[in-house]
C-alpha cells in the first residue's frame, strides 16, 4: 500500500471554483505535511506545510489537518487557470526522514 | 535569491553507460536529497545527505551511488544504465529547522534518456 495517497484525478473545475484536493497517509507518526505544485516537466514548488490540526490559510489556499483520520486536504479559492497543474501532496515522519509524495492529484481549471 | 542548481539539465546516455548527476544546495542548506520522477509518476526518495553524511535512504538502486562534498555539493553516479533509469531527477535542499519543517527547495532537475 502507497504510504500517501491521492486521487489522480483529472479534477476539473471552472474558473472561479474551489478546488478542493485530498490526501491520505498512512504512517500515523507522520509530522509535517506539505503541498506542492509541479507543472509538467518543471520541478516541484512549495504551496503549503501545516504541522497542527486543523487550517491554515494562505491567499487564497487553505490547508487542513486531521490526524486522527490521518487527512490533509487542500482547498484552493477563486481558482484561475494559471492554477493548472499536478499537486503533491508530501508527508514527513520522523526529524531526518525524507519526504514521502503521493502520486498527485491534476487540477484543470477551465475559462 | 540563490536557488538550487543542477547540472546537467539534459543528458543522454546509453544502456550500460555511467552518468554523473550534481547538485549545488542553497547556501546554508545543510541537507540534500535525491529524487527520482518517472513519466507520469510522482517523485521516489533515493537517498540524502546531512552535513556531508548520508541521513536516509531510499529506493536508491545499488548501481546508483551518491555523495556530499565539503562544499555541500553532491553528486549522483549512476552506473551499468538501463532504459528504465530515464526519468527526471531531482536534487532538493532544506534548511536547518529549529522552529520547525518548511519543507525542501527543488532544483529544475536533470532530465537523463537513456537509449
Known amino acids: 500500500q502507497k504510504e500517501v495517497e491521492q486521487n489522480s484525478g483529472p479534477l476539473s473545475v471552472p474558473e472561479g471554483a474551489i478546488a478542493s484536493l485530498n490526501c491520505t497517509y498512512s504512517?500515523?507518526?507522520?509530522?509535517?505535511f506539505f503541498w506542492y505544485r509541479q507543472y509538467s516537466g518543471k520541478s516541484p514548488e512549495l504551496i503549503m506545510f501545516i504541522y497542527s490540526n486543523g487550517d491554515k490559510e494562505d491567499g487564497r489556499f487553505t490547508a487542513q489537518l486531521n490526524k486522527a483520520s490521518q487527512y490533509v486536504s487542500l482547498l484552493i479559492r477563486d481558482s484561475q487557470p494559471s492554477d493548472s497543474a499536478t499537486y503533491l501532496c508530501a508527508v514527513k515522519g520522523q526529524a531526518g526522514t525524507a519526504l514521502i509524495f503521493g502520486k498527485g492529484t491534476t487540477l484543470s481549471v477551465s475559462s | 535569491a540563490a536557488g538550487v542548481i543542477q547540472s546537467p539539465r539534459h543528458l543522454i546516455k546509453e544502456k550500460r553507460e555511467t552518468a554523473t548527476l550534481k547538485c549545488y544546495p542553497i547556501?546554508?542548506?545543510?541537507?540534500v536529497y535525491w529524487y527520482q520522477q518517472g513519466p507520469g509518476q510522482d517523485p521516489q526518495f533515493l537517498i540524502s545527505?546531512?552535513?556531508?553524511?548520508?541521513?536516509d535512504k531510499g529506493s536508491i538502486p545499488d548501481r546508483f551511488s551518491a555523495q556530499q562534498f565539503s562544499d555541500y555539493h553532491s553528486e549522483l553516479n549512476m552506473s551499468s544504465l538501463e532504459l528504465g533509469d530515464s526519468a527526471l531527477y531531482f536534487c532538493a535542499s532544506s534548511a536547518p529547522d529549529p522552529g520547525g519543517d518548511y519543507g525542501y527547495t527543488f532544483g529544475s532537475g536533470t532530465r537523463l534518456t537513456v537509449v
Open positions: 504512517d500515523r507518526g507522520s509530522q509535517s
Open positions: 545527505f546531512y552535513e556531508k553524511m548520508q541521513s
Open positions: 547556501p546554508r542548506h545543510d541537507t
